[in-house]
Nanobody, 115 residues
Framework: QAQLVKSGGGLVQPGGSLRLSCVVA????????IGWYRRISETQHEPVAM???????GYDGAVKSRFTITRDNAKNTIILQMNNLKPEDKARYYC?????????WGQGTPVTVSS
Protein backbone atom coordinates (compact mmCIF):
# COMPACT_ATOMS: atom_id res chain seq x y z
CA GLN A 1 0.00 0.00 0.00
CA ALA A 2 1.32 3.43 -0.91
CA GLN A 3 0.06 5.19 2.24
CA LEU A 4 0.10 8.70 0.83
CA VAL A 5 -0.26 11.02 3.78
CA LYS A 6 -0.37 14.70 3.01
CA SER A 7 0.07 17.91 4.93
CA GLY A 8 0.26 21.59 4.15
CA GLY A 9 -2.05 23.76 2.15
CA GLY A 10 -4.32 26.55 3.35
CA LEU A 11 -5.08 30.18 2.58
CA VAL A 12 -2.46 32.59 1.30
CA GLN A 13 -2.44 36.00 -0.37
CA PRO A 14 -1.30 36.38 -3.99
CA GLY A 15 2.47 36.32 -4.08
CA GLY A 16 2.66 34.21 -0.96
CA SER A 17 4.11 30.74 -0.44
CA LEU A 18 2.91 27.36 0.75
CA ARG A 19 4.58 24.02 1.23
CA LEU A 20 2.89 20.69 0.66
CA SER A 21 4.29 17.40 1.91
CA CYS A 22 3.40 13.84 1.01
CA VAL A 23 4.74 10.88 2.99
CA VAL A 24 4.92 7.68 0.97
CA ALA A 25 5.57 4.09 2.01
CA UNK A 26 9.24 3.40 1.56
CA UNK A 27 8.88 0.48 -0.83
CA UNK A 28 6.91 2.76 -3.16
CA UNK A 29 8.97 5.90 -2.53
CA UNK A 30 12.24 4.23 -3.54
CA UNK A 31 11.01 2.81 -6.84
CA UNK A 32 8.48 5.04 -8.55
CA UNK A 33 7.99 8.58 -9.74
CA ILE A 34 5.67 10.62 -7.53
CA GLY A 35 3.65 13.55 -8.74
CA TRP A 36 1.51 16.42 -7.55
CA TYR A 37 -1.77 17.12 -9.31
CA ARG A 38 -4.55 19.60 -8.81
CA ARG A 39 -8.21 19.10 -9.50
CA ILE A 40 -9.62 21.26 -12.27
CA SER A 41 -13.06 19.63 -12.54
CA GLU A 42 -15.09 16.88 -10.93
CA THR A 43 -13.33 14.27 -13.04
CA GLN A 44 -10.06 15.85 -14.17
CA HIS A 45 -6.73 16.34 -12.47
CA GLU A 46 -4.05 18.56 -13.92
CA PRO A 47 -0.41 17.58 -13.48
CA VAL A 48 1.65 20.12 -11.57
CA ALA A 49 5.03 18.54 -10.93
CA MET A 50 6.66 15.14 -10.79
CA UNK A 51 9.91 13.72 -9.47
CA UNK A 52 11.50 10.41 -10.28
CA UNK A 53 13.30 8.06 -7.90
CA UNK A 54 16.55 9.42 -9.30
CA UNK A 55 15.51 12.99 -8.49
CA UNK A 56 14.71 14.02 -12.05
CA UNK A 57 12.01 16.72 -11.96
CA GLY A 58 9.32 17.85 -14.36
CA TYR A 59 6.87 20.75 -14.18
CA ASP A 60 3.79 22.03 -15.88
CA GLY A 61 4.59 25.23 -17.74
CA ALA A 62 2.16 27.24 -15.62
CA VAL A 63 4.14 26.59 -12.42
CA LYS A 64 7.68 26.23 -13.68
CA SER A 65 10.03 28.72 -11.94
CA ARG A 66 7.49 29.20 -9.13
CA PHE A 67 7.09 25.66 -7.76
CA THR A 68 9.83 23.24 -6.73
CA ILE A 69 9.41 19.53 -6.07
CA THR A 70 11.98 17.72 -3.95
CA ARG A 71 12.52 14.39 -2.26
CA ASP A 72 13.46 13.95 1.39
CA ASN A 73 14.86 10.44 1.22
CA ALA A 74 15.37 10.19 4.97
CA LYS A 75 11.66 10.77 5.58
CA ASN A 76 10.16 9.15 2.45
CA THR A 77 8.55 12.51 1.76
CA ILE A 78 7.84 14.47 -1.40
CA ILE A 79 7.74 18.23 -0.90
CA LEU A 80 6.14 20.78 -3.18
CA GLN A 81 7.32 24.30 -2.41
CA MET A 82 4.96 26.79 -4.01
CA ASN A 83 6.14 30.39 -4.30
CA ASN A 84 4.60 33.48 -5.86
CA LEU A 85 1.18 31.89 -5.72
CA LYS A 86 -1.49 33.25 -8.00
CA PRO A 87 -5.30 33.16 -7.74
CA GLU A 88 -5.35 30.65 -10.59
CA ASP A 89 -3.33 28.22 -8.45
CA LYS A 90 -6.37 27.79 -6.21
CA ALA A 91 -7.33 24.11 -6.25
CA ARG A 92 -7.31 20.94 -4.26
CA TYR A 93 -3.86 19.35 -4.58
CA TYR A 94 -3.16 15.63 -4.57
CA CYS A 95 -0.04 13.53 -4.59
CA UNK A 96 -0.08 10.49 -6.81
CA UNK A 97 1.95 7.36 -7.47
CA UNK A 98 1.33 4.93 -10.29
CA UNK A 99 2.76 1.42 -9.98
CA UNK A 100 2.27 -1.54 -12.34
CA UNK A 101 -0.59 -2.75 -10.16
CA UNK A 102 -2.14 0.35 -8.63
CA UNK A 103 -2.83 4.07 -9.00
CA UNK A 104 -2.56 5.68 -5.58
CA TRP A 105 -3.98 9.10 -4.68
CA GLY A 106 -3.57 11.08 -1.48
CA GLN A 107 -6.67 12.53 0.16
CA GLY A 108 -6.12 16.01 -1.25
CA THR A 109 -5.37 19.29 0.45
CA PRO A 110 -6.95 22.65 -0.41
CA VAL A 111 -4.92 25.64 -1.54
CA THR A 112 -6.68 28.99 -1.66
CA VAL A 113 -5.02 32.11 -3.03
CA SER A 114 -6.99 35.23 -2.28
CA SER A 115 -6.52 38.73 -1.00
Amino acid sequence: QAQLVKSGGGLVQPGGSLRLSCVVAKNIFDKYAIGWYRRISETQHEPVAMIGPNGHEGYDGAVKSRFTITRDNAKNTIILQMNNLKPEDKARYYCNVVTPLNNYWGQGTPVTVSS
